[in-house]
């Protein structure tokens, strides 16, 4: 069974510029949610994709959007970067959006610097 | 307004002993909750869930308890162990149509002295 795998690990970018975060959801799991997890808080939700559409979105701006593709796989897109979106980005996967028995399955995550 | 705390940032515990980590929630109409354990370095691992019909619940060294009536919940760790060491966090689903929107607490570091 292939876990949750996210890309790349580390990344600095520039304030002002757009970033694109990728992740390979665990064999099986078909949603995939999307957490910000800044330094030495807990994770906090962005939003959620379950059959390509997003299904729950937490309270970040716009600028943060995402896909989700047939083969379940999904991206996190973050436009006009700010120096406070600097954060671990950390994608979790599961079975069907709403499930009780399949708690959210995290990846290692990508360190995200915005300089 | 949504939000789940731990009583206390660190915890400190011989090897061996066990170890009792506190979480409150506020909102009352949540009714699922996760105890995930952090690493350094790596994402958050699922330990154990409760549902909130349950009051108890237990894993492998692990027991979840739920009060519902104070809002609190509790990992005990039966035997701690040196990899035991890592933030604990605890987090709460406040809408039943959606279980992948955690709500999650500050954490809580376990650290185990030999």
């Known amino acids: 069974e292939t876990g949750v795998t996210q890309s790349p690990t580390h990344l600095i970018k520039t304030r002002g510029q757009q970033v694109t975060l990728r992740c390979s959801s665990q064999?099986?799991?078909?949603?995939v949610s999307w957490y910000q997890q800044a330094l030495g808080q807990g994770p906090q939700f962005i939003f959620q994709y379950y059959r390509e559409e997003e299904n729950g979105r937490g309270n970040f701006p716009p600028r943060f959007s995402g896909l989700q593709f047939p083969n379940y796989s999904s991206e996190l897109n973050v436009n006009a970067l700010e120096l406070d979106d600097s954060a671990l980005y950390l994608c979790?996967?599961?079975?069907?959006?709403?499930?009780?028995?399949?708690?959210?399955?995290f990846g290692n995550g990508t360190r995200l610097t915005v300089t | 307004g949504e939000s789940v705390g731990l009583h206390l940032p660190t915890l400190s515990v011989q090897e061996g002993d066990n170890s009792i980590i506190n979480c409150a929630y506020s909102n009352s109409a949540s009714d699922y909750f996760i105890w995930y354990k952090q690493e350094s370095g790596k994402g958050p691992q699922f330990i154990i869930d409760?549902?909130?019909?349950?009051d108890k619940r237990q894993g492998q060294r692990v027991t979840v308890l739920l009060n519902k009536t104070v809002k609190h919940l509790s990992l005990q760790i039966a035997a701690t162990q040196p990899g035991d060491s890592a933030v604990y966090f605890c987090a709460e689903t406040p809408d039943s149509s959606n279980t992948g929107k955690l709500i999650f607490g500050q954490g809580t570091t376990l650290q185990v002295k030999p």
């Open positions: 064999s099986g799991h078909n949603t």
């Open positions: 409760i549902r909130s019909n349950m």
């Open positions: 979790a996967s599961s079975l069907d959006g709403n499930s009780y028995n399949s708690p959210l399955h």
